[in-house]
């Protein structure tokens, strides 16, 4: 939040005339994550960092922590654990030699700590890193792995406790917009873009300093340039866009609205559509939170003519609220069946016992073994609890009058707990008006220009080597002629201003041409992937043409790590780059080179995400109908082995989160308007998949999703195929 607020005055200091567009995004949050003492007490210069989850599954550990024996390893080898009991372990290893941590998970170990190798990081050279990221794995894995700082060795052999609770959480993030426009309407603007934020395998440190170059660079365009204001021939837009981490949430989210998508938006209602049905749902939970404070209201449940008093009121207010009161009936019902399932799992535990201790049932007469005080204090719990299961049960079905008539209506909270989920229907209406509301400023902004290209800055320091050349490119494999004769104009532009070190330009300036991304046999392009990972190929889809400047020579291998430190990092390649960039970028700006359209999503790589998470609650329900909004969560994926193993080492070297964790909304539902790689790769790809979690108030997964055949059968979420998607996508994509 302070580089928000470092850019935003540096936008307002240029007289750049300034807009953000908020939006949310998923993160995981480590609550608490510390190592103590046998005394327990926080051990002293010893910090604990948990890894990134695997899928879902972040680390939470129990609530009195995590013991064991701290056992200091060369390596994860189990060989390693000879004379060691492994259930009562906890290993200490070096970072460079733990990528066998799932043999000691297959073992009992209790936990995995990675430390850093100083010795072996001065050795490294500046294009290797840390084996960070054998430290994950794309599927659900609970063993817990942490990366420690400072002396923790020096405990070898002592009990310690692990502490660690981290929660997917979402947090609201800005894409931030400054416009230097001239003294009368532009018909084109020309886009500088960077990416504001950080990410790492490790999240609590995440320095981010490769990405903060560019973000420097940006600023320092917007000072370069805001004394021509009014004498340039295009507008000018800088964009600070967040979220890049996260699937690349922020230009998804800027697209819905500045894509170019026709007069229609692709088929899609106008943003002022989905807002007007936000506003009204906002004012029915108002309605409902002040019905919900009436106590003279509730009083009459009980009373003759309630019901009537209650069906007067208007239909669809009626409905909302109806079906409110169903989700709360139904998270009532949940609660006493987790409590059904809880007694009964210590009753199965303590092998099903009848009576009472004591009690002779053999010489007991039937009276005397029918009583419910001779049986035995566990399956009484158990027989209470799954009774009161099924009388919550029974109440989610009732209608708001007999619901609020119910004996059990006040002391199971009924009403309370419904002021708590409308209070949070509120603020999610809210939340959705004002990012509706920020999307349509975004919108009008750039419908107000016939043409615009969008340059999106990714510069690197160029590693140990102070490599220098750049290259342009959209990033697109196979995208054709559709990029000149843009590309090449730009890229002369810089060519044109780079200063000579002794009669030779001090670097060059690559591109492909029509090739792009693909690069050439001669000239290869060490930025060329599978996955869109490139913000200029999502404006370019979203039908905006856009370029990526990158250093051509470097591909910062230190990106979403710990070791991409300010103190690794040196700015004078960004500095001998920045003066010819941004003379061409002021070429561009007075209109030395032509803007052209572009066809957009051809092979149909975007796809929109939107569905419910349902859970069983309530008696007599043939299929789940219970919304699960709360503390749910959902993670669309590739499913095959070697594209996971292969895209976790591509998020290591980009910084980017490939796969989006969306959240559920108070009604259970999730939605990304523009979701990315998951159509890609050729097509060679054959089926996509669908989790979902659904966490305690501790952190815990409480449900997960059902993947039995009968309700695949049903529901499909274990195997979408690409096929049956392409086939049910006809249409050009559309936000």
């Known amino acids: 939040y302070r580089t928000e607020k470092l850019i935003l005055d540096a936008f307002q200091a240029a007289g750049l005339e ?81 990528g066998d941590w799932p043999a000691l998970a297959s073992v009992g170990v209790r936990a995995l700590i990675a430390m850093e190798d100083e010795a072996a990081a001065k050795l490294r050279s500046g294009a290797e890193r840390g084996s960070w990221e054998a430290l994950l794995n794309p599927y659900e894995v609970a063993f817990p792995r942490f990366l420690a700082r400072g002396p923790l060795a020096d ?112 088929g ?208 697109i494999p196979r995208y054709g002629s559709a990029l000149e004769p843009q590309v090449t104009d730009l890229a002369q532009a810089i060519r044109d201003r780079i200063p000579a070190t002794n009669e030779l330009p001090a670097f060059n300036v690559i591109h492909w041409g029509a090739k792009d991304a693909a690069g050439t046999e001669e000239q290869p392009n060490v930025h060329h992937a599978a996955i869109l990972k490139l913000e200029s190929e999502v404006w370019t889809l979203c039908r905006r043409l856009s370029f990526s400047i990158l250093n051509n020579q470097y591909k910062p291998v230190r990106l979403c790590t710990p070791e991409d430190t300010f103190d690794s990092v040196s700015t004078e390649v960004v500095k001998l780059q920045l003066p010819a960039v941004g003379k061409a970028i002021l070429a561009v700006a007075q209109g030395q080179v032509a803007f052209k359209g572009t066809p957009g999503d051809k092979r149909k790589q975007i796809v929109t995400l939107h569905g419910a998470v349902y859970g069983n609650a309530g008696s007599g329900a043939v299929f789940p109908s219970h919304p699960m909004g709360r503390r749910t969560f959902v993670r669309p994926f590739v499913r095959e082995y070697l594209i996971n193993y292969w895209l976790w080492s591509e998020v290591a070297a980009r910084g980017i989160r490939v796969y989006p964790i969306l959240a559920a909304n108070p009604y259970g539902e999730y939605a990304q308007t523009l979701g990315f790689n998951f159509m890609t790769y050729g097509g060679w790809v054959q089926e996509l998949v669908l989790d979902a979690a659904r966490f305690d108030e501790s952190g815990r997964i409480v449900y ?17 195929r690409t096929t049956e998607i392409l086939a049910a996508n006809l249409a050009k994509a559309s936000p």
């Open 704 to 720: 997960f999703k059902d993947a039995s055949s009968a309700v695949q059968s049903v529901f499909p979420t274990e195997r979408f």
């Open 268 to 475: 899609m209602p106008p943003f002022e559509t989905f807002l007007k049905a936000e506003e009204l749902k906002l004012g029915q939970a108002t309605n409902a939170l002040a019905l919900l404070r009436d106590d003279a209201w509730w009083a009459r449940a009980s009373e003759e003519g309630f019901r009537e008093q209650w069906l007067r009121a208007e239909p669809g207010f009626r409905a909302w609220f109806g079906k409110a009161m169903a989700t709360v009936a139904g998270e009532v019902n949940l609660e006493y069946k987790e409590e059904t399932l809880a007694r009964r799992l210590t009753y199965l535990r303590a092998h099903s016992p009848v009576f009472r201790d004591g009690f002779d049932p053999a010489n007991a007469t039937d009276a005397e073994r029918q009583d419910k005080a001779n049986s035995h204090p566990l399956l009484r719990d158990f027989l209470e609890a799954q009774e009161m299961d099924n009388r919550s049960a029974n109440m989610v079905s009732l209608p708001l009058w007999q619901l609020a008539a119910r004996t059990e209506f006040e002391p199971w909270g009924f009403r309370r707990r419904a002021q708590v989920y409308v209070e949070e229907i509120a603020a999610y209406h809210r939340q959705q008006i004002r990012e509706l509301t920020d999307s349509i400023g975004v919108r009008e902004l750039f419908a107000s220009y016939k043409q615009t290209l969008a340059l999106n800055l990714e510069l690197a320091s160029g590693g140990p080597r102070a490599l220098k050349d750049l290259c342009i490119q959209v990033g």
């Open 155 to 266: 405990h070898a052999g002592k009990r310690l406790t692990l502490r660690c609770k981290v929660t997917w959480q979402e947090r609201k993030v800005r894409n931030l917009i400054g416009a230097l426009k001239g003294d009368t309407p532009r018909d084109e603007a020309l886009v500088l873009t960077a990416f504001y934020d950080s990410n790492s395998l490790v999240p609590e440190l995440a320095p981010g300093a490769e990405p903060a170059l560019s973000v420097a660079a940006l600023l320092q365009c917007v000072g370069g340039l805001a004394p021509y204001r009014g004498q340039l021939k295009r507008d000018v837009i800088f964009i600070a866009t967040a979220g890049h981490a996260q699937a690349l949430a922020g230009v998804g989210r800027l697209m819905e609205a500045a894509g170019d998508w026709g007069s229609n938006r692709g």
């Open 18 to 98: 300034v807009r953000t567009q908020e939006f949310r995004v998923v993160v995981p949050v480590t609550e608490t994550c510390e190592a103590l003492d046998e005394e327990g007490r926080p051990i002293p210069g010893v910090t604990l960092y948990p890894f990134l989850p695997c899928g879902l599954t972040p680390t939470v550990l129990p609530d009195g922590g995590l013991t064991g024996v701290l056992v200091v390893t060369e390596s994860a080898d189990l060989k390693y654990l000879t004379g060691q009991e492994p259930r009562d372990s906890i290993v200490l290893t070096y970072l460079d030699s733990a």
